[in-house]
Each structure stands twice: as structure tokens, then as C-alpha cells.
């Protein structure tokens, strides 16, 4: 059952916390903080290239993936939608690693990007929730994500799962390929680990999301915005409002605003930015500063430092608990989805069946 919550989405919105923690633990050695021995039927350390390849929110969870990846293990990332990778034909070096991401292990695209990946000789190994499903079961190595059943249509918490499992596999590739020694591994492990605790105090945010969803929820269009690893995740949040609540929606990287889209700004367009301080913040800052000048109204996820700085700018910031920047895109997730959800409340959709979709897609 929904155990009280008004939907299975808002149930599943509020498990972030506890799945984050068990998918972790899966990886962590809880006595060293350190990423635990994989067991996998290659070697780390021979994977040169990596191709990552999954639909709709679990590919937004591998553009996250490749950020992490050659950031922490500097080995390049080839990413594709997988209803794109075969049509692309992208040439693979034998012996490379693709990466299948899938809640359900059923997506038929993806199931052919595995069948592509198989072509090009790459070890297959996939992130899904389902341990007994199709992709599983073609995988060469399967990194289970903890989640548990997710009912709603829209994808909550497999999503964060997904990310525990691509954050430790960064950190075990970056060790692989000695790009960090183990004392970072043991910092990062810690970041990681601190997750369950700093996700559980965004739910007190859950006026401030609701007086934010209000304002959302008369807008016709809306922005996301985002830069770096918090690009993917404006991604996630337009298709999440998309997806329950019908309003259109769009993300761009936040320095592409001046390339054209904001043409679109005046001040019926809500401008969702997800922007934490940190190294990319005085650049996203500037982008709402020329937002903010065509009459656009900000709607900021950031933290204290950052809402001090865009105090003057921004109609409403939500103040989200500091994390080192390489976590923070797991964090930010969870409010980005559940402001998603409150507007499609007030929409008064069909939360958890939303309109034209099944929650697997198992035709290509
Ligand atoms: C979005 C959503 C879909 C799925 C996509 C892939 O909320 O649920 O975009 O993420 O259909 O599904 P899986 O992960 O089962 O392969």
C-alpha cells in the first residue's frame, strides 16, 4: 500500500533516503570506507573506454555517470539515448565497457544497446533494479540497485539508486587506473555515506516545494537550468514535469541561454535553477542575472552561501544541506522530482498513471 502517502510516487519520493543508504552498502566496505572488491570478469584497469546507453531518466543518471567517470578515472564516456546507439553506429574498440542503466531491465531500446554493445565486443555490465529481468540476464556483470519495487510510472528513487551505483563505480574505476589515491577514495566514500542523513532533512522543505509548485503550476512553459553534473538533472526535472504534470518544459545547459532560448523569457516563464555555490556558481549566477533582466522569475534549489548571493534576484530559493560537490547531484535530485510532484497535485493529474505512458517500454 501507499502507507499513508497520497500517491505511490510520494511514497516512493520519501524512500530516497533508505534506498541510497542500502544500494551503498552493497559497495561500501563499512570498516574501511573503501569501494568493496567487485568480483567483476574483466579487469578494471584494461577498461579504456566506457559507452553508456539508457532511455529517458535512467540516461539522465548515465550523463551524471559520465560526468563522474572522467572527472574521478579520466577514461573517456561515449553516452547515446538507446534508441539512438545503433543508428549512430558509433565505432568501439574491442574490450571497452558499456554500461547499461534500466529500473525495469525491460526497456526494449535499451535491450537492444545491449545487444550492440555485444556486437562491438565490449564487457556488458548493467545498473538495473530488477535482478531477474532481460538486461540482467544478458549482462556479463549486474550491479543490482536496492530500491525495491517502484510502482509509480515516473521514476523517483531507482534514479538515486542508479546514481549510488555510478558514483562507486567512478571511485572504483578512478582507483583501478590510480587516478586517486586511498585516502581520497576514503573521503569520497565518506561524502557518499553522509547521504542518507543530509537527504532525509530536505522532506522539512516541503512547504517551501509546495508555495514553489504553486507558482509553477499556472506557468504554460517553464526553464531548467543547470550547468556541469546539475545539467542532467534540470534534464531530469523538465521530464519529470512533463510527465505528471503536463506543462511543457524544457532544460538547457545554462550558458546556452544567450544562444537563443532566451528569446523565449518574459514573465508568464518560470526559470528553474539548480545551482549549489561551488565552481561553476559565478557563471549560472550571471545567466539568472540576464534571465532576471527579460522579466524571468527565478526559482533557485541552491544552498545558504548560494541564496545569500542571489537573495536580490531570485523570487524564491530553496535552501538544500551543504555536500561536497561530487554528492550534491544525488541530493538535488530529490527536490527537483518532488517539486515535479506537488505541481501535478495541483494539476490534479493522475499522479502515479500518468496519461500515454506504462511504466515499461518494451517495444523499440
Ligand atoms: C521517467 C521514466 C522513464 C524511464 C525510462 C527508462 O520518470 O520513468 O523515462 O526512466 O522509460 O525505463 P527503465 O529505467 O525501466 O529502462
Not at 534549489?301 to 541564496?307: E, I, Y
Not at 538535488?332 to 505541481?343: G, M, R
Request: charged share 20%; proline share 5%; glycine share 6%.
Amino acid at each position: 500500500g501507499k502507507d499513508g502517502y497520497r500517491h505511490y510516487m510520494e511514497k516512493e519520493l520519501h524512500e530516497h533516503p533508505v534506498v541510497v543508504g542500502q544500494t551503498l552498502q552493497r559497495f561500501i566496505d563499512p570498516t574501511t570506507h573503501r569501494i568493496v572488491p567487485l568480483n567483476l570478469p574483466f579487469d578494471l584497469s584494461s577498461i579504456h573506454r566506457v559507452s553508456i546507453s539508457a532511455c529517458g531518466s535512467a540516461f539522465y543518471a548515465g550523463l551524471i555517470g559520465r560526468y563522474w567517470i572522467e572527472n574521478y578515472a579520466r577514461i573517456p564516456v561515449d553516452i547515446d539515448v538507446a534508441s539512438e546507439l545503433r543508428y549512430r553506429n558509433p565505432p568501439m574498440e574491442k574490450g571497452g565497457l558499456g554500461i547499461l542503466v534500466s529500473q525495469s531491465g525491460e526497456t526494449a531500446d535499451t535491450l537492444a544497446a545491449l545487444k550492440t554493445f555485444r556486437e562491438n565486443e565490449q564487457h556488458i555490465v548493467s545498473i538495473v533494479n530488477v535482478d531477474q529481468s532481460s538486461i540482467a540476464r544478458q549482462s556479463d556483470y549486474v550491479f543490482g540497485t536496492v530500491a525495491g519495487p517502484e510502482i509509480s510510472v515516473a521514476s523517483t528513487k531507482a534514479f538515486s539508486a542508479q546514481l549510488s551505483v555510478l558514483a562507486c563505480l567512478a571511485i572504483a574505476l578512478a582507483r583501478a587506473h590510480n587516478k586517486i589515491d586511498p585516502l581520497q577514495e576514503e573521503e569520497m566514500v565518506n561524502h557518499l555515506l553522509e547521504l542518507p542523513s543530509k537527504i532525509s532533512q530536505i522532506f522539512v522543505k516541503k512547504k517551501e516545494i509546495q508555495q514553489m509548485a504553486e507558482f509553477v503550476a499556472d506557468a504554460k512553459t517553464v526553464l531548467y537550468l543547470g550547468r556541469g553534473s546539475f545539467f542532467p538533472l534540470a534534464l531530469e526535472g523538465a521530464l519529470k514535469l512533463k510527465e505528471i504534470s503536463y506543462i511543457h518544459a524544457e532544460a538547457y545547459a545554462a550558458g546556452e541561454m544567450k544562444h537563443g532560448p532566451i528569446a523565449l523569457i518574459d514573465q508568464t516563464v518560470p526559470v528553474i535553477a539548480i545551482a549549489p555555490s561551488g565552481p561553476q556558481f559565478d557563471k549560472i549566477a550571471s545567466n539568472l542575472q540576464e534571465a532576471k533582466a527579460r522579466g524571468g522569475r527565478l526559482l533557485v534549489f541552491t544552498d545558504q552561501a548560494g541564496a545569500e548571493r542571489l537573495q536580490t534576484v531570485a523570487e524564491q530559493c530553496i535552501i538544500l544541506p551543504e555536500v561536497d560537490a561530487f554528492v550534491a547531484p544525488i541530493i538535488y535530485t530529490v527536490p527537483i522530482q518532488y517539486l515535479a510532484y506537488e505541481v501535478a497535485i495541483k494539476k490534479g493529474t493522475d499522479v502515479d498513471q500518468p496519461r500515454n505512458l506504462a511504466k515499461s517500454v518494451t517495444v523499440e
